[in-house]
T-cell receptor, first 115, second 115 residues
């Protein structure tokens, strides 16, 4: 597609429920990143994919968080047993990691509210 | 550990006045540097980037930034702001040897342009 697409744009869920957040990167972008932006905070790195593999998962805050990517394209971030502190905007970005294209293209994010 | 510090969390400025947003990073190795802007309820948009070459980088919307290796800084400037520049601005760094071009972001600077 023309840009990075994320769905849903907004999600309200009850504490303890599982949620899935979807990211559809720009066609041809082999690298995909998930970040979290909490209220009043900067951007916190969660996980990075190169193709379908995740060389760097160092930012996932707990084992309740997981992510996968299939076909080198769409990625899903899953949060199990959501907690109120999971409330944040989850941003996805993609790029082609060659020198001329350094820098990401971000999606508009999914605003997750855990009540 | 990598870190990026944006010294000002908020910067109020009058329309048509100049603005400077400060960014310092910690590094003993070569880096790529970026500034992103986030308008209300939107994703992040790349303003400009420094990869190599001239230390003065020009970006979109009249913004420019200067890379200072000795001071490990990458301050963003605009000589005359508009109301439409009201947004949050994020500085980010990517370490050249790091796999996947993972970006580390600063905490953001909220710019409020007043008429």
């Amino acid at each position: 597609g023309a840009g990075v697409s994320q769905s849903p744009s907004n999600k309200v869920t009850e504490k303890g429920k599982d949620v899935e957040l979807r990211c559809d990167p720009i066609s041809g972008h082999t690298a995909l990143y998930w970040y979290r932006q909490s209220l009043g905070q900067g951007l916190e790195f969660l996980i990075y994919f190169q193709g379908n593999s995740a060389p760097d998962k160092s930012g996932l805050p707990s084992d309740r968080f997981s992510a996968e990517r299939t076909g080198g394209s769409v990625s899903t971030l899953t949060i199990q047993r959501t907690q109120q502190e999971d409330s944040a905007v989850y941003l996805c970005a993609s790029n082609k990691p060659d020198r001329a294209n350094y820098g990401y293209t971000f999606g508009s994010g999914t605003r997750l509210t855990v009540v | 550990a990598q870190s990026v510090t944006q010294l000002d969390s908020q910067v109020p400025v009058f329309e048509e006045a100049p603005v400077e947003l400060r960014c310092n990073y910690s590094s003993s190795v070569s880096v790529y540097l970026f500034w992103y802007v986030q308008y209300p309820n939107q994703g992040l948009q790349l303003l400009l980037k420094y990869l190599s070459g001239s230390t003065l980088v020009k970006g979109i919307n009249g913004f420019e930034a200067e890379f200072n290796k000795s001071q490990t800084s990458f301050h963003l400037r605009k000589p005359s702001v508009h109301i439409s520049d009201t947004a949050e601005y994020f500085c980010a760094v990517s370490y050249i040897k790091a796999a996947g071009n993972k970006l580390t972001f600063g905490g953001g600077t909220r710019v409020l342009v007043k008429p």
